[in-house]
């Protein structure tokens, strides 16, 4: 099986910065696009970015030039760099790949999620 666990998050003030980290681990061949998605009270979950197993990544355009996602093969990991915080960037933020679990064969699967509150 495979799963995902989501760290780095936490109290920030407006203007401070972040990392996320997203490691996966289990039964894992092969991992496809990764991404990070995040959810604030009351909005409907959104897309901050993704990043495909050659490195290639998008933003959504509310983190465009503050966000930089990076990813470690080698350690089945993506990490989410966020600078000059925002109030709005609070959220939980979860993440999220595409694995090729040997038992099972390509899926999707999400972490726990983690809280990064940003204060004004």
């Known amino acids: 099986q495979v799963q995902l666990v989501e760290s780095g998050g936490g109290l920030v003030q407006a203007g401070g910065s972040l990392r996320l980290s997203c490691a996966a681990s289990g039964s894992i061949l092969a991992i496809n696009d990764m991404g990070w998605y995040r959810q604030a009270p009351g909005k409907q979950r959104e897309l901050v970015a993704t990043?495909?197993?050659?490195?290639?990544?998008n933003y959504a355009d509310s983190v465009k030039g503050r966000s930089t996602g990076s990813r470690d093969n080698a350690k089945n990991t993506v990490y989410l760099q966020m600078n000059s915080l925002e109030p709005e960037d609070t959220a939980v933020y979860y993440c999220?790949?595409?694995?090729?679990?040997?038992?099972?064969?390509?899926?999707?699967?999400w972490g726990q999620g983690t809280q990064v509150t940003v204060s004004s």
């Open positions: 999220n790949a595409n694995v090729y679990d040997w038992r099972t064969g390509w899926d999707d699967y």
């Open positions: 990043i495909t197993a050659g490195g290639i990544t």
